[in-house]
Each structure stands twice: as C-alpha cells, then as structure tokens.
C-alpha cells in the first residue's frame, strides 16, 4: 500500500476556479494546504488518493475559489455606519464625519470598530483589505486577531495645522507599525496621504520619497468627484492626475483610489506610469461622485482592483455587491452589455487585487506554492441553481452570504459561516456601546 504524503487540509467535491492565467476550472476538484500553502490542487479522487490530511472540508459541489482582495477600505469607520447619509461628499465629510472623528476615533473604538469590520470581511469572503484610516496599530491588532490579512497606513491630512509636525508624527506612527508588525505573517504597512487636496505639494513628495525608501506602497484618493478636480484645473491648469505626475508620484508602486473624473489624457498617464486602480462602485454611487471609466481603464491595460471604501459611505463591507455594481455601472454608463465581464469582475476582486497591492506572487489565485487563501461558496440554493456560468453567478447572483467557509494563510477562520477566530457577539456588544456615546453627541 502505498503511503499518502501529509497535509493540513484538503478542501474537496467542489468546483475550483483557479483565476490563474488561463482561468482553469476543475470540476469536483480539491485543494491540499500544508502550512500556509497550497501545495496541491486537481481533481479530489486524486488529491484524496494522494494525501491524507488532519481536516478535511466537503464543498458539497460548491465553489472552492481565491479569497476576494478589497484594495480600499477605512474599516475604524463602521462605528459611523449609517450615521450621515444621502449628502453629497464635501459636506458628508466637513459636517458630520470630521467632527464624528474628532470626538469618538481613538484606540479603543478604532480597535472594536476595525474587529467588527474584520469579521464582515471573512463573513463576506474578503481574506485581504487595504486600510487607510487612524489608529492603525489597533487595526493592525484587530487583523491578526480575526486572522485575516492586511495592508494598513495612517491616513496623512496635512491642511490642518503645521505640515511638517503632522508629517513627522505620522512617520514616527509608520516606524513603529513596521517594528510592530516586522515579523506578522498577515499585516503589512503602506504609505497614505489622504489626496492632493487635503495634503500640500511637499508632503505628497515627502510621502512618495519615504515609501520608496522603505519599499512601500504609496496609496491616495485621486480624481473622486468633479469637485476636485474643477477646483485642481482652476487653481494650476491640471488635473490631480497631471499634477501628481508632474511632481513625481505616480509609479508601478502608487495605488490611487476611485479615479472616477479621468480624461483619455489621465488614462494614457496612469498606464505609462503603471499605476493600479481600486474602483469603489458602491461609495461613488451613494456619494452620487460618479462613475469611473472602468472599461476604458481596462481596454488601456491598466491594473483595476475593487474596493468597499468604509461602511460610513457604503454601507457594507461586502465584496460580491462591489463585482456586481461594479459591472452594472460600466455597461449602463456606456450602453454596451458587453464591456468589463463578469470573468473580468471576478478577476478584478481577486488576482487585480493582489497585483494592486503588490501580492500577486503570495495571494489571488489558487496555484501550487501560493499562500492559502481560501473561500467556499455554497451554491446548493435557489438563487445560485441552475449553473451555466460560475462567473456570472458569483458577480450577478451570489452575495456574501453565500460564503459557507474561509481559509486565511492556512488558517480555518470560518466554518459553515461560523467565525472561529472571534466573537463576532462580543464585538457587536463593544460597538453597540461606543455607539449609543455617538448617538448622544
């Protein structure tokens, strides 16, 4: 009898979406992680004839796929959830949410309120989120207790108060994010001036200067709404776009938030220059901000990944809404059913996420020596039956919900929609009471 090699796990009788690059399916197939790898993956009577492993997971003829990467989000921000909604951006942000900020955004909510958000990303699917905010040591602590991974970045506001004060604290909040987390296995650290308007000219260069130094992304709002980039044409002749390249920003490590006022010149700027795209369907609606040109974007080649942006403006964290608005929109917007495909939705959650967060070698997409981020999805429900496209479904039919299971680095962080990792009672429990102080400001 020959003796079966180890693994940890081994996720069968599902259908495996690879999302490599040919977009190879494998039909009741299987998955072997060891460690935190994927160390073998086919059809599951050959993966089961091959290893033995210590936990073994049915997928009940579901969909074993890449965890969905969110490449931006402020996840502190769901304490505010709901708290300012149907205004236009400027006054959302100058009236309510600055002023929510300044009073209830310390260590305590930031932590409960990014440990909240960590568990509607697993629940949802997200193994991966990109956050710009406040307090992101305690963010960065929420991560690795919920298990997921993270990149993280104290957002850099430099119109209030002396620049180079805020500067420097914000450098000195950056170095002890990269000694605290040198050695994490999930959290890394990023770069983030909030955007060209509200940080000067130097510390946008300074900011640029820093994360090239340290082999960091650099990571901006650019080009949200028609505002702002009227008031940058007025003020310098430019759009933020023109602008951030003129002052030498913009490169394969710059990943630029939004981008939804972009002219053909912009596109052509930002494919020279490389730059990666995190799209926010959902929050550009709700903000009435626009619709970015995703299908131009993805016709001149450059990267386009998917965002929530935070539950303040969303409202929700959830992934499979952002393909399917995201899809929704380009058609609508261009009266062409056939741009920016669900195949290409899917692509944009997953392996564009990766490559926008420079982690395509490590996450994105199922292939032997990858880590192993992993979701199931069950399609033994109405809405998900009959499948004569998994790609459709998951970008026009499926939800969040639908998530039964979820592997981070190896790691069961849920089981048949039960969070291992947490107390996701618990956690309602904290961000209930720091609400109930908000609702009496």
């Not at 995201?326 to 669900?342: D, F, M, Q, R």
């Amino acid at each position: 009898m020959v003796q079966k090699e180890k693994a940890d796990i081994i996720l069968y009788n599902g259908v495996v979406l690879t999302i490599n690059d040919s977009d190879e399916i494998i039909d009741d197939g299987a998955v072997a992680i060891k460690e935190n790898q994927i160390i073998d993956l086919g059809k599951s009577v050959d993966i089961k004839n091959k290893y033995e492993a210590k936990k073994e997971i049915d997928a009940n003829h579901g969909v074993i796929m890449p965890g969905l990467v969110n490449t931006h989000t402020h996840l502190a921000m769901s304490i505010f959830r709901g708290l300012a909604d149907d205004l236009p951006l400027d006054k959302w942000w100058s009236e309510h949410m600055f002023p929510a900020e300044e009073k209830f955004i310390n260590k305590d909510s930031a932590y409960w309120g990014s440990l909240l958000s960590c568990g509607e990303l697993i629940l949802s699917g997200t193994t991966t989120f990109c956050d710009m905010y406040f307090f992101e040591k305690e963010t960065g602590y929420a991560a690795e207790k919920a298990g997921i991974r993270g990149v993280i970045g104290e957002g850099i506001v430099s119109e209030f108060g002396d620049e180079n004060e805020i500067f420097d604290r914000k450098m000195e909040l950056t170095v002890e994010l990269l000694d605290k987390f040198e050695d994490s296995s999930l959290v890394s650290i990023a770069i983030e001036p909030h955007s060209c308007y509200t940080c000067s000219k130097e510390i946008l260069i300074k900011s640029k200067r820093f994360a090239d130094e340290n082999d960091l992304l650099f990571i901006t709002h650019l080009s949200e709404t028609k505002k702002e980039v009227e008031d940058m044409e007025n003020k310098l002749g430019m759009s933020p776009v023109e602008y951030l390249d003129k002052i030498g920003v913009l490169d394969e490590r710059t990943l630029a938030a939004h981008c939804v006022w972009l002219s053909d010149e912009d596109i052509e700027i930002l494919k020279k220059r490389d730059v990666k795209i995190s799209h926010c369907p959902n929050s550009n609606m709700k903000l009435a901000s626009g619709v970015a040109p995703v299908g131009k974007l993805s016709e001149g080649r450059v990267t386009v990944s998917l965002g929530t942006d935070g539950s303040a403006s969303n409202n929700n964290l959830d992934m499979f809404s952002e393909m399917s608005n995201a899809s929704k929109l380009a058609k609508v917007s261009t009266l062409n059913p056939e741009i920016v495909s669900a195949r290409e939705t899917v692509r944009m959650a997953t392996i564009n996420g990766a490559k926008s967060l420079g982690m395509e070698k490590d996450i994105g997409s199922l292939e032997i020596g990858k880590k192993a981020d992993v979701i199931i999805l069950n399609f033994n429900k109405p809405h998900l039956v009959p499948v004569y496209d998994y790609y459709s479904h998951l970008v026009y039919s499926a939800s969040g919900n639908d998530v039964q299971s979820c592997i981070i680095d190896g790691r069961i962080v849920m089981e048949n929609r039960n969070i291992l990792s947490l107390s996701v009672k618990e956690v309602m429990q904290k961000v209930n009471e720091i609400a109930q102080k908000i609702k009496a400001f």
